[in-house]
């Protein structure tokens, strides 16, 4: 009897152990497909982020540009003569009209001596000098990107004389600033796009799957 119970008993099949929920095919799918989204959304946001930055970095440089031809041609007569009650107004009124945009701005005369400037807390007066000492010896426009400081000669009357340089400082970080407020809501959509993309692969991987 007991030869027979142990026959039956080797023959009945044995209770298969329920899987882990993370060990199943359903979570291990859901699981890649989830990776898979999350990486596209985070490269692209990524390079959006970094296309954004680098064309406000390259807007702000192209203006620093042409705005310094500019004011260095509108201050070139009150370079020549000393005139820092007319270069001081013009300076002003410039960064007044750029907030953000222009931490500082300075007209020096040929030997370096500073005539009128209109500068911010944030102005990096060591960079300016330096980058005026190389325009004033080179006697062509210079420029440091790092510290967005840009040189550019002040020329008078026909002969174009070199009278003396136009310094300013540029910044971006205002500018971005906002861009970045702007892109917080274009990124939480991106992710909402993705709960929802991962919620409906969850469902068919449920339904064909699991």
Same mark, same amino acid.
């Given at each position: 009897?007991?030869?027979?119970?142990? $026959?039956?008993?080797?023959?009945?099949?044995?209770?298969?152990?329920?899987?882990? @929920? +993370?060990?199943?095919?359903?979570?291990?799918?859901?699981? !890649?497909? $989830?990776? &898979?989204?999350?990486?596209?959304?985070?490269? %692209?946001?990524?390079?959006?982020?970094?296309?954004?930055?680098?064309? !406000?970095?390259?807007? #702000?440089?192209?203006?620093?540009?042409?705005?310094?031809?500019?004011?260095? *041609?509108?201050?070139?007569?009150?370079?020549?003569?000393?005139?820092?009650?007319?270069? *001081?107004? !013009?300076?002003?009124? +410039?960064?007044?009209?750029? =907030?953000?945009?222009?931490?500082? !701005?300075?007209?020096?005369?040929?030997? *370096? /001596?500073?005539?009128?400037?209109?500068?911010?807390?944030? +102005?990096?007066?060591?960079?300016?000098?330096?980058? $005026?000492?190389?325009?004033?010896?080179?006697?062509?426009?210079?420029?440091?990107?790092?510290? *967005?400081?840009?040189?550019? =000669? %002040?020329?008078?009357?026909?002969?174009?004389?070199?009278?003396?340089?136009?310094? /300013?400082?540029? /910044?971006?970080?205002?500018?971005?600033?906002?861009?970045?407020?702007?892109?917080?809501?274009?990124?939480? +959509? /991106?992710?909402?796009? @993705?709960?929802?993309?991962? &919620?409906?692969?969850? #469902?068919? @991987?449920?339904?064909?799957?699991?």
């Amino acid at each position: 009897m007991s030869s027979r119970t142990e $026959a039956m008993s080797r023959q009945l099949p044995r209770q298969s152990q329920p899987i882990p @929920f +993370f060990r199943t095919t359903f979570f291990r799918a859901t699981a !890649i497909v $989830a990776l &898979c989204i999350l990486m596209v959304v985070m490269t %692209t946001e990524f390079m959006g982020m970094r296309r954004m930055t680098d064309s !406000i970095r390259d807007w #702000t440089a192209i203006r620093a540009e042409e705005a310094s031809h500019g004011v260095a *041609g509108s201050i070139a007569g009150a370079v020549k003569f000393i005139r820092a009650d007319v270069a *001081g107004p !013009i300076l002003a009124g +410039f960064i007044a009209n750029l =907030p953000g945009d222009v931490l500082g !701005i300075q007209a020096r005369r040929n030997d *370096g /001596s500073l005539l009128a400037e209109t500068v911010t807390d944030q +102005f990096d007066r060591a960079a300016a000098d330096r980058i $005026a000492r190389e325009a004033l010896a080179s006697g062509q426009p210079v420029h440091d990107l790092k510290a *967005g400081v840009w040189a550019y =000669p %002040t020329l008078f009357g026909e002969g174009q004389e070199r009278v003396g340089v136009l310094v /300013s400082q540029w /910044s971006a970080e205002e500018r971005i600033e906002k861009a970045m407020q702007e892109w917080v809501p274009a990124t939480l +959509f /991106s992710f909402a796009v @993705f709960l929802v993309a991962l &919620c409906l692969a969850a #469902t068919l @991987f449920y339904r064909s799957i699991s």
